[in-house]
């Protein structure tokens, strides 16, 4: 049974909706434009994909309270602009809402410490009661109104990727028609701490694949594709846009922060996606790299990549030199990235890439190119080792 | 398709994590907190994991290898894990020391363990095991997210043995919010009494691992014969789900989550009445609530069938049980398990 993608919706630092993303992907604008101080005044330096409007302004244009986390508003704005593409009155079918996050609402929870320092009877409670990742998928799937199933998964960097294969999943097992499926994350003080203490991030702007990578550039968004049955399509009820071919998720079970050096997790992924979707690697036309600009990413997904494909590497670029690292956002955010691609036939360039890793033969897209495309296949790996790979087709008629 | 647990385990607020330990009756926590009472883990983890791991990752990592080993050591197709809070006490750890203006001397361990799929993936290194794994995040329904994607891997053929667990910390400081959030509650709902929590509310925590086979074998220990979430349902689904089980299945016991929260008070009600001359049993009153407290239900189920002897609760010979738990009005979940 085939599941279709028939609608799709996305914020990133490019801009609100995917037509602002895509202008921005063409035309080589990246979005990787504020600093670390805007989030936490005691971390200078950071260059980050940051969507330069507040809270309230993003509450405003979601018609949502201004007090839900940003993870929320993001995800909600992405869900309905989906919604809105696949045209269908949602409530009317059985439908499911699979989100994925991995800050939840602790933007709002730092705010929360800061407030009461370590005074425990302090501090606005309001604050943290949506700290639970749970609580933000369940405030946009009071406003979606979806009326069958509603989950929340955090695999780290490959989140939403899984979010939407358990939603192509359900929809294959029939307990679901149609499924808005992918996820979300705010940049958070919290997660850039985090990176920074893990000495990951990059004081310049990132360059996924390149020999000279020092790191990655954290980014925010949501980004939420619309799935739905075969049924669906055969009844003429939805137009889809492509079809959703193959998943795998595996576990590259190497370190908790690192992956393999010669990639076995991610090999795995996509040779499983492959598998599923019944293409040979020669049948891959471009991938959507997960390409963090990491030293390790970069080196393991790469080696993986170069054994899988061998001498026949398809066209391959990240586009987190335009989004930075969207974390939990990233899976939905670029998979919808890959079906830009492969309905306009073009490959993103990845933007400043000038030196190729010295023990890969991997030289990314460095132009806009249009050339046919029939599969793309899109990486989302993360903390813990958690792989997932993606392959959309385009629909045979 | 036939499911089963052939691998159990369980790290509660009461001592039931070795096998051997037979309580007569279950042990008395004082005040509303049933924190729980772990093993010793020297022979159960390495030493630098004993130092470095909070206590959720010990309680997940122990409890996974057990169930495992219970289950006579089936390769492992899928690990699938469900936290509604996470690790609380490295992202507490973290967070204090962020907003510490003395002190910004952040540890990146913290950071690792604060990731919310940090038991699974723990899991999956320790077992160096390449394959499905995800974790489920979605408060008081992240258990239940688990379990039904572990059942759809066995019922698809995806996977034939699972390992998937419940797992929650409560820490001193969250419970301090926790507190302060159910009097906040309790203060704006003064004029509503039916909103306020009972008296013999108690917060808790614990961690429950189960390996899942579509094969019975030596080592099954129950048939999960029906699993049904139900999603915002009408009054008349869940009475007619309810009706279903036990008008196919002999239940003899029933095992409801009932957590004197009055709000979920409505469809417990509904349930209890339409019990008749049956032994009914609220399980969050030995391992209190929290998001995951549902495994903890599902592993009181398996350990009172499976004859490995449970005196917490004082019954005779049963043969079915049904699981009720309901999460905050919208979610409902029903678990159906045989002895075999």
Known sequence: MNIYVAGTGLVSSLGIGVSQNYDALVSQRHGICSFSQELDPLLEGFPVGRLRINNFDLAEIASASPRFPRTALMSLLAANEAIEDVGLDIRNYRSGFISATTVGGIDLTEQFFISNGKNKLRGNLHKIVNHECGRVTNLVAEKIEVNTYVSTISTACS????????????????????????????????????????????????IPFD??????????????????????????????????????????????????????????????????????????????????????????????????????????????????????????????????????????????????????????????????????????????????????????? | MKIYINGSSSISAHPVFEPSMVLTEPVIHSGDRLICIEPVYDKLLEPIQIRRMSRILKMGMTTSARAIKQADNPHIDAIIAGTGFGCLEDTTRFLLKMIDPDDRSMNPTSFIQSTYNTVSSLVALNLKNNGYNNTFVHSGFSFESALDDAILLLNTGEAKNVLVGGIDELTTEVYDLLKRLQNARIKTTKKNLSLQ????????????????????????????????????????????????????????????????????????????????????????????????????????????????????????????????????????????????
């Open chain 2, 197 to 340: 929590p009972a008296k013999t509310y108690r917060f808790g925590e614990g961690s429950s691992f189960f390996v899942l086979s579509d094969k019975h074998n030596s080592a099954s220990q129950v048939e999960i014969t029906n699993f049904n979430l139900l999603y915002k349902p009408e009054k008349d689904q869940i009475i007619s789900n309810f009706e279903n089980y036990t008008q196919n299945d002999e239940i003899d016991l029933f095992l409801l989550g009932k957590n004197d929260e009055k709000m979920n008070d409505e469809s417990y009600n509904w349930i209890s009445s339409l019990i008749h001359n049956k032994k009914c049993f609220n399980y969050k009153s030995l391992c209190g609530d929290y998001p995951t407290a549902l495994s903890f239900g599902l592993w009181l189920a398996t350990s009172i069938l499976s004859g490995s002897g449970n005196p917490m609760i004082p019954i005779g010979k049963i043969n079915n049980i049904l699981i009720y738990n309901c999460f905050e009005r919208q979610y409902h979940a029903f678990i159906c398990v045989k002895r075999c």
């Open chain 1, 211 to 397: 020999a000279k990578r020092k790191g990655l550039n954290l980014g925010e968004g949501a980004g939420y594709v619309i799935l739905v049955s075969e049924r669906l399509v055969d009844a003429g009820v939805v137009s889809p846009i492509v079809i959703l071919s193959g998943y795998s998720n595996t576990c590259d079970a190497f370190h908790q922060t690192a992956m393999s050096p010669e990639g076995k997790g991610p090999f795995l992924s996509m040779s499983g996606a492959l598998r599923m979707a019944g293409i040979t690697p020669s049948g891959v036309n471009y991938i959507n790299a997960h390409g963090t600009a990491t030293q390790n990413n970069d080196a393991s997904e790469g080696n993986a990549v170069c054994r899988l494909f061998k001498n026949n590497i398809p066209a391959l670029s990240s586009t987190k030199c335009y989004t930075g690292h969207t974390l939990g956002a990233s899976g939905g955010i670029e998979a919808i990235f890959s079906i830009l691609a492969l309905t306009n036939g073009v490959a993103f360039p990845n933007l400043r890439f000038s030196e190729p890793i010295p023990e890969l033969a991997l030289i990314p897209v460095t132009e806009v190119q249009h050339f046919p495309m029939d599969n793309v296949l899109t990486n989302s790996f993360g903390f813990g080792g958690n792989c997932s790979s993606l392959v959309f087709s385009k629909i045979l008629v």
């Open chain 1, 159 to 206: 989140s939403s990727a899984n979010s939407i294969i358990l939603a192509a999943r359900l929809i294959k097992e029939g307990r679901l028609d149609i499924a808005v499926a992918g996820g979300a994350d705010a940049l958070t003080a919290f997660t850039l701490n985090g990176f920074n203490s893990l000495l990951l991030l990059d004081t310049d702007l990132c």
